[in-house]
């Protein structure tokens, strides 16, 4: 049974960073298809905020590009969100999800295994 368990989250001031952790278990190539984070703002739909397939390549939405990094570590089966100038409207809780079935074509994409998520609370 594939598991995932963020880790990382908490409360910083604006222009703070934090680094969110994804570790799976469960199934030893989780890293090898498509894996995202995503969030969820209270009473918004939930949306994805970066991927990374297969290959390694990136995807952003617009709002996090340049100041958020998503990256993975194959032979641990961990997925990561580095984030860094964070801005209050960054408040949410973060979740990450994978998709071992696919290996490309990440982003807003849909995914069947998620986290529990991680609460992120940026202060001004």
């Known amino acids: 049974q594939v598991r995932l368990v963020e880790s990382g989250g908490g409360s910083v001031q604006a222009g703070g960073s934090l680094r969110l952790s994804c570790q799976a278990s469960?199934?030893?190539?989780?890293?090898?298809?498509?894996m995202g984070w995503f969030r969820q703002v209270p009473g918004k739909e939930r949306e994805q905020i970066a991927a990374?397939?297969?290959?390694?390549?990136?995807s952003y939405e617009d709002s996090v590009r340049g100041r958020f990094t998503i990256s993975k570590d194959k032979a641990k089966n961990a997925l990561y969100l580095q984030m860094v100038s964070l801005k209050p409207e960054d408040t949410a809780m973060y979740y990450c999800?994978?998709?071992?079935?696919?290996?490309?074509?990440?982003?807003?994409?849909?995914?069947?295994?998620w986290g529990q998520g991680t609460k992120v609370t940026v202060s001004s």
């Open positions: 999800a994978i998709e071992p079935d696919r290996r490309f074509g990440c982003y807003k994409s849909e995914y069947n295994y």
């Open positions: 469960g199934y030893q190539y989780a890293a090898a298809g498509c």
């Open positions: 990374i397939d297969s290959e390694g390549s990136l």
